[in-house]
T-cell receptor, first 114, second 110 residues
Framework: EAQVTQNPRYLITVTGKKLTVTCSQN?????MSWYRQDPGLGLRQIYY???????DKGDVPEGYKVSRKEKRNFPLILESPSPNQTSLYFC?????????????FGPGTRLLVL | QKEVEQNSGPLSVPEGAIASLNCTYS??????FFWYRQYSGKSPELIMF????GDKEDGRFTAQLNKASQYVSLLIRDSQPSDSATYLC??????????FGTGTQLKVEL
């Protein structure tokens, strides 16, 4: 089954404790992206990757890191989480990076930073 | 001014009626337009995309695009309670960025 998976689905952590949210897709998609969703603010792009070893900042990259060492995986790293990073996070992938890309979303990771 | 604007709603329609959802965007260079549906606590799922001015129909859904007026709309015919969700409009300028609106909550009432 074609899908985007994220782990963990739920995470409670404390300020400053490094964490990683994994994202994996089995569709051989080139483009992968991370979003956060907050009430009243909608989905905002954090980082995206157009292919292996190619990443770039989205609209809200501060406090986050990503890597793309393999085509299928695109982990999101919070080196020192803060309460304002409490949010619902989605990973997404699409087959190409051009106009009209159709993005497929993972199930989401709900993060609470105390 | 937000790049992609939607009325947050909720928009309430009776079962069987037509639901009309609207979205305006600010970037005249935008090329691709998407409608996603998101149920509470779930991830967005693509309903339709449209590139050209005019209408595009898929089952009970019709997307309408007017680039001159910079708006895109989604019509849902014969609305069902299962259509109750938040509908997200997303716009792409042809590059690598997809910008989302904040979504319109639709409630279909029995």
């Amino acid at each position: 089954e074609a899908q985007v998976t994220q782990n963990p689905r739920y995470l409670i952590t404390v300020t400053g404790k490094k964490l990683t949210v994994t994202c994996s897709q089995n569709m051989n998609h080139e483009y992968m992206s991370w979003y956060r969703q907050d009430p009243g603010l909608g989905l905002r792009q954090i980082y995206y990757s157009m292919n292996v070893e190619v990443t770039d900042k989205g609209d809200v990259p501060e406090g986050y890191k990503v890597s793309r060492k393999e085509k299928r995986n695109f982990p999101l790293i919070l080196e020192s989480p803060s309460p304002n990073q409490t949010s619902l996070y989605f990973c997404a992938s699409s087959i190409s990076t051009g106009a009209g890309q159709t993005q497929y979303f993972g199930p989401g990771t709900r993060l609470l930073v105390l | 001014q937000k790049e992609v604007e939607q009325n947050s709603g909720p928009l309430s329609v009776p079962e069987g009626a037509i639901a009309s959802l609207n979205c305006t965007y600010s970037d005249r260079g935008s090329q691709s337009f998407f409608w996603y549906r998101q149920y509470s606590g779930k991830s967005p799922e693509l309903i339709m995309f449209i590139y050209s001015n005019g209408d595009k129909e898929d089952g009970r859904f019709t997307a309408q695009l007017n680039k001159a007026s910079q708006y895109v709309s989604l019509l849902i015919r014969d609305s069902q309670p299962s259509d109750s969700a938040t509908y997200l409009c997303a716009v792409s300028g042809g590059g690598n960025k997809l910008t989302f609106g904040t979504g319109t909550q639709l409630k279909v009432e029995l």
